[in-house]
Nanobody
């Protein structure tokens, strides 16, 4: 059974940085599209970033501050978050497509298109 395990969340001050990790077990996801989403209290889960088809895409709210990457040798994905703001406070989730070929771009930002999800890691940015 494939599992995604996130780590790296925590409490950071306004302007600080965090590196989130997402390690897959039970399955190799080297060629699968991987995304990061977040959900804050009382809001719907929203798209943050995706690495798919050797391409990255970011939401407007994090573009220029966050960087998504992966290390296939470690079966691990990352989300480097810099210049964090209080409005970035949320539970962050990594997610992966089950298919190991390139999904259509119109699927990349939709949470309901992803097949595997991590348990989430809390990120809190204090002002």
């Amino acid at each position: 059974q494939a599992q995604l395990i996130e780590s790296g969340g925590g409490l950071v001050q306004d302007g600080g940085s965090l590196l989130l990790s997402c390690t897959a077990t039970g399955h190799t996801f080297a060629n699968n599209a991987m995304g990061w989403f977040r959900q804050s209290s009382g809001k719907e889960r929203e798209f943050v970033a995706v690495l798919a088809c050797a391409t990255t895409q970011y939401s407007d709210s994090v573009k220029g501050r966050f960087t998504i990457s992966r290390d296939n040798a470690k079966n691990t994905g990352y989300l480097q978050m810099n210049s964090l703001k209080p409005e970035d406070t949320a539970v962050y989730y990594c997610a992966v497509f089950k298919q190991n070929y390139c999904p259509a771009p119109n699927r990349w930002t939709r949470a309901d298109e992803y097949d595997y999800w991590g348990q989430g890691t809390q990120v809190t940015v204090s002002s």
